[in-house]
């Protein structure tokens, strides 16, 4: 059930399918993979591209849907649904070279690797990027031949029912309208899953896929270290932690959000940051002029409320923000940052999905470097500092998926994207994203 961001008003329902009904669609579906599988990799690329003309056709409506739906500004939306089809057009164009036959030379007078597909995989996806997590975990498996179901998160039902309107018959692409408690059950009959969200729930899911013997891919959020050594471009370090923590209204899994900073610069750079964060402005996501737009959904403005209150009660400074707006409509938080944290807040351990910035002082480098693996997610981390050998040095040392020198944590299309301990498992994009859901094949002839 989707509500309106805003206004908390519902602007799309849809009835979950029955036992009977999921099992009907997975069969179905398994059809269509088998038939599509048989087409040649540049056949189903063709009808990707395809995908791709029809969402740029239609990408400032879907744009103005996730804004409405999600709450993220309207600019942070088109950037969505642009990211989406550069990276169609990247699979498309990539995936005939990716997936070719690799002869190998051994004592057969012929023997290959190939990468075949693995069947009908079960995406469970999640709210905040409702157009490019799909897409981000679809595409390179529809590459492969596989089919691919997809649970979309309730909140955003109405702008993935507007994708799945421009998917063609021919692509075993569909939505499920799964409710909770069939979700083992759609497991047993697809042959792998992924999964986007929370660390619990993902423990829950890979519990049930272990069940089955299914292959999973887990991105179970971050909480991303932002390390400013002492040699840092001060100002330009403030202003990528103040993009990077704020976008997307804090929502984002591979945001800065652990800011941790040597202590000889750390007052100058805690001054640049607040200078920076005091700039912006709330208001309604579609306004040119807004630059923070509310929460998703009241409860999870709830949540980062408690967490900047207990971060305060146990030693924290709240140095702007912290404290819920008296709007009347939308779930409204501040640019936060709360300097000195410690291990006694819940901050320091968990991740914070919302506007909060939490600054960390560290006694050097090696200190800072401790600091960041201090913590059970291990999805992504920058380093800021003018000594490069330096950075490559510490960046060794950092429990993470991927680390960033002198800028802020993304996802690139060329490099792989995911996590390690409580951030999940597996990788999507580049490459190894096109190699996760296929069976590595050997042959051998005599």
């Given amino acids: ?74 600019r942070e939306c088109e950037a ?16 005939p070279e990716l997936l070719a036959n690799k002869t190998i030379a051994t004592q057969a007078s012929l023997s290959q690797v190939r990468f075949e597909p693995l069947g009908t995989l079960l995406a469970i996806m999640p709210w905040n990027y409702p157009i490019w997590q799909i897409l981000r975990f679809a595409i390179p498996a529809l590459c492969a031949g596989n089919a691919c179901m997809i649970k979309p998160a309730p909140t955003v039902g109405q702008v993935s029912q507007m994708l799945f309107e421009l998917v063609d018959e021919q692509l075993p692409f569909e939505l499920v309208w799964l409710n909770t408690d069939d979700t083992e059950t759609a497991i047993a009959q697809t042959q792998a899953l992924a999964f986007t969200g929370s660390a619990a729930t993902g423990r829950q899911l890979a519990s ?7 292959k999973s891919v887990l991105e179970l959020g971050g909480s991303n270290a932002f390390i400013v050594l002492d040699d840092a471009d ?83 400074t709240c140095l702007v923000g912290g404290n819920i707006p008296e709007y009347e409509q939308g779930w409204f938080y501040p640019a936060t940052i709360l300097d000195n944290v410690n291990p006694a807040c819940r901050v320091y351990h968990e991740e914070v999905f919302g506007p909060v910035a939490s600054i960390l002082r560290a006694k050097d480098s090696l200190h800072a470097i401790a600091l960041a693996n201090d913590n059970p997610y291990g999805l992504g981390a920058s380093i800021y500092t003018q000594n490069n050998q330096h950075a490559w040095d510490l960046a060794r040392q950092l429990t993470v998926g991927s680390v960033f020198i002198n800028r802020h944590t ?3 299309l060329r490099l792989p994207f995911g996590g390690v301990k409580d951030s999940g498992f597996g990788r999507e994009l580049s490459e190894f994203g096109i190699y996760e859901f296929v069976n590595v094949k050997s042959y051998w002839q005599k």
């Fill in 234 to 316: 001060i100002e330009q370090a403030a202003q990528d932690a103040c993009y990077s923590r704020f976008r997307d209204a804090g929502q984002s899994c591979n945001a800065a959000k652990r800011i941790i900073v040597c202590t000889e610069v750390a007052d100058k750079f805690i001054t640049a940051l607040v200078k920076h964060t005091q700039k912006l402005k709330m208001g309604a996501p579609w306004l040119a002029e807004t630059t923070l737009g509310p929460l998703h959904r009241a409860d999870l403005r709830q949540q980062v409320h408690a967490q900047v209150t207990d971060a305060v009660e146990h030693g924290a």
């Fill in 208 to 214: 049930m896929a272990g069940k089955y013997l299914r």
């Fill in 80 to 95: 969505e649904i642009n990211k989406s089809i550069a990276l169609i057009r990247y699979y498309a164009h990539l995936a």
């Fill in 1 to 74: 059930m989707s509500r309106h961001a805003i206004s908390d008003n519902i602007i799309f329902s849809h009835d979950c399918v029955t036992k009977a009904q999921l099992q009907r669609q997975c069969k179905n579906l398994a059809y269509k993979q088998h038939t599509f599988s048989q087409l040649s990799v540049q056949d189903r690329s063709h009808l990707l591209l395809a995908l791709a003309q029809k969402i740029e056709l239609n990408k400032n409506s879907l744009a103005y849907q996730i804004c409405i739906e999600v709450g993220r500004c309207l």
């Fill in 410 to 412: 993304s996802s690139d």
